[in-house]
């Protein structure tokens, strides 16, 4: 797909060496789902949030989650305005077409609770009133998995509305050397024009429903998915709205590769991102092993489709 390689590309500029990253975000975005980046500070978490929202010439806003921060800071408040003699909505930050919630586990569980209605409804309630959050809207939230002093964990719940989590990671040597050349003398995130509009993305969160699914696919998604639910080592295994976004994902990668069907490739390349954070490990299973390498245990043992007719 041309516009989605343009994407890329511009992106690219910018973020240096993340090819995989910068696909599976591209792909959080089709499928309209949110994604959560846990990493070390100084990883380009910020950076990759506002070159994705200049590239697709959408609006950006900056959330910086602290424990005294409240839910009308991000959703806005209803004052009463003396002159017009009436009460009026002044909306917060949550208004954007791409939202970063930076350190999201810093702030207190009821704050964390008030993303839960913008992230799964597209819109937000103050007072009586309820708002209607731009299309498309996508949350970046990020966790620093090093520091755990005055951080409150993200609940289950919450957990579950984002569609991946992600790590960035640490460049290698020959991309931080790049990395330092094409910052030298200029800045490049100052030159970065839009390639893409806001109107072109929500066509391609479209078409990408469109793709394809068999009914072996959708098999072996759910013998995944019941397996996370009986799994000896598992407390608590992915959700119906797991499966979903799951299915999506499979959709937007197979569109993204330009093909008008799935294939079992897209859902073990795509599982270990959207069930991994989703998946309670049991006292035993934490002793044993952790959620990343119990859910590639799971694909492991089960048999791969491989007679898909298009």
Known sequence: MEL?????????????????VINLVITSILSKGHVLLEDVPGTGKTLLAKTLAKSIGGSFRRIQ?????????????????????????RLGPLMAN??????????????????????EERQITIEATTHKLPDPFFVIATQNPIESQGTFP????????????LSVGYPTFEEEKAMMNRFVTKEPYAELDAVVSVEDIHRLQ??????????????????IVHRTRSHEYIEHGVSPRATL????GIQARAYMNNRTYCIPEDVLHLVPYVFSHRIVLSLEGSLRSNQEDMIQSILDEIDVPVEISK
């Open 4 to 20: 989605i390689q343009i994407l890329r590309s511009n992106i690219g500029k910018i973020i240096i060496g993340k090819e995989e």
């Open 65 to 89: 989650f602290t424990p005294d921060i409240l839910p009308s800071d991000i959703t806005g408040i209803e004052f009463f305005n003396p002159k017009s003699i009436e009460f009026e909505s």
């Open 98 to 119: 791409i939202v970063l919630a930076d350190e999201i586990n810093r702030a207190m569980p009821r704050t964390q609770a008030s993303l839960l209605e913008a992230m």
């Open 154 to 165: 993200l609940p289950e719940a919450q957990l579950d509305r984002f569609f991946m989590k």
């Open 206 to 223: 479209e078409e990408v429903k469109y793709v394809k699914i068999h009914d072996a696919i959708q098999d072996y998604i759910l013998q």
């Open 245 to 248: 976004a799951l299915m999506r």
